[in-house]
C-alpha cells in the first residue's frame, strides 16, 4: 500500500545491525503522515523526541497543505507515541511555500538560549528553480515555534533537503542535499551556526548516487549516513531511484576546515582474510617485485590482471605515477581479455578520480568523478569496498566515490596504466 514508515536498527560497527522492526508507523489513509518523511531525534529532560515529515501529497488537492512537522515520543528509543495535538506548517504569511515544509532537524542554540529547526523549504518569490532555503524557527519549549528569516537562502537551489547542523573545532557545518544543480550531499562552513555559509572548493563528500545523507556523533567521532542509489532497471545507465543500501561514511577536519571522508576503521578491519593474487600480463610490460608491481607505460596502455574478484571484497593498493602518467587505476570485475570491465582511474593532468566501464553505452564517457589531488611521485592509497552492486572507493583517506556495478556482476580484479611509469604497492584482497 501507500507510504511509508520508520523502521529501528542498532549497530556498533557498521557491520553487524540489530533490527528493532517499526518505531514510527504510516498513519491510516487521509491522515498528513501517510509518508512518515525524515526528520530527527533528540533527548530532552529524559524523554526522546523524533521531529519528523508527515508527508501526504494526496491532500494539496483539497487544499491542505501536502507536508508538516509532526512529533512523537519515547522513553527508550524504541516504543513511540504519536502526538496528536502537533503540527507545524509552513506560514505561506511569512514568504515560505506551502508544500515545501518538510526534513526537520532541531538543535539547541547556546548562544540565543533557545531551540532551533532547520527545515527543508522554499520561498514563494524568485525563479523558480532557486527558491530553495534552509527555514528556521526557534521555540523555547519544543511546544511553540515561532517561524525566522531562513537560515540561509543563496537562491541556488530548487530545495535544501536533509538539513543537519553541526560544531566542529572552529567551525559551522550546514550540510543540505539538492537535486537541481548536481544531485548531491553538500556542505557550507562558518564561523557562527547563523553564517556567513562559504562554499569549500570541493564542498561535497562523495558523487550524486550518495544522497539524503544526514550525521551522528558519538562524542568524539562523526559519522555520515547517506544511501547508494540503486538504478532503474538495475542496469548501469538506468536513472537513480529514491533510495538505495546505506553507506556510512567518518568524516575528518582537514587542517584548512574542509571535511575528508574515509572508511570507519570497523569497516576496513571487517576484511580480515587475506586472498592470492597472481599477476599476469594482457597488454604492455609488467614486473613484479618484493610487495610492488610496476609498469613502464610510456607511451601506449598496459593491462594485467591479478586473479578473480568475489562478490564482496576489500582491495587496497598504492599508486604512484611518474611525470609521464596519463592515467592509472585498478580494474574490477574484468573479462580475462580485460574486454569488458569497471576501472577506478587516476587522472593526473585532470587532478581527479574517475568511475569507468567498458564498454560505455551512447556518449557518456565514464560514470561519475570526484577530484583528488595528484602529485608526481607521491603515493595515493585506495581503499575499494565492493558489496554486491555497491562500489565505494576511498582516496587517501580524503575523497569517496560511490556508485553502482550492474552490468558486469562477477570477473577479475586487474591493473592499468596509461603513459609514464607506474608503480602499483601493497595490493591486497581481503574478504570476511
Known sequence: ????????????????????????????????????????????????????????????????????????????????????????????????????????????????????????????????????CTGYATSPDLKTWTVQEPLWAPDQFFTHECPDLFKMGDWWYLVFSEFSDRKQTRYRMARNPHGPWIAPADDALDTRAWYAAKSASDGRRRFFFGWLATRDGEKDDGGYQWGGDLVVHEVVQRPDGTLAAHIPDTVAAAFNTPQPLSLTPILGPWHAGSGSITTEAGGRNSTAILGKMPEECLIEATITVDAGTVAAGLLLRASDDTDTHYEVRLEPA??????????????????????????????????????????????????????????????????????GTVCFDDLAKKGI
Not at 532547520?118 to 524568485?126: D, F, M, S, W, Y
Not at 555497491?390 to 569517496?400: M, S
Open 1 to 132: 500500500g501507500e507510504g511509508t514508515p520508520w523502521w529501528h536498527l542498532i549497530t556498533e560497527d557498521f557491520v553487524t545491525f540489530e533490527d528493532l522492526g517499526e518505531a514510527l508507523p504510516r498513519g491510516p489513509i487521509g491522515s498528513q503522515d501517510v509518508w512518515v518523511f525524515t526528520g530527527c531525534v533528540i533527548e530532552h529532560n529524559g524523554i526522546f523526541q523524533i521531529f519528523y515529515t508527515g508527508h501526504n501529497h494526496h491532500l494539496a488537492k483539497i487544499g491542505r497543505p501536502q507536508q508538516g512537522v509532526l512529533h512523537a515520543t519515547s522513553p527508550d528509543l524504541k516504543v513511540w507515541t504519536k502526538d496528536p495535538d502537533f503540527a507545524f506548517f509552513a506560514p505561506t504569511e511569512n514568504g515560505y511555500e506551502r508544500d515545501d515544509w518538510r526534513d526537520p532537524f532541531v538543535f539547541w542554540d547556546d548562544e540565543a538560549e533557545l531551540w532551533g529547526m532547520l527545515l527543508a523549504a522554499r520561498k514563494t518569490t524568485g525563479p523558480a528553480h532557486t527558491r530553495g
Open 350 to 419: 585532470r587532478q581527479r578520480i574517475v568511475m569507468d566501464r567498458w564498454p560505455r553505452p551512447g556518449e557518456q564517457a565514464f560514470i561519475d568523478e570526484r577530484p583528488l589531488a595528484i602529485e608526481v611521485g607521491k603515493p595515493i592509497h585506495l581503499r575499494v569496498l565492493v558489496s554486491g552492486t555497491n562500489l565505494v572507493v576511498y582516496a587517501d583517506g580524503k575523497i569517496a566515490l560511490s556508485c553502482r556495478m550492474y552490468d558486469h556482476r562477477g570477473g577479475t580484479l586487474g591493473l592499468s596504466a596509461q603513459g
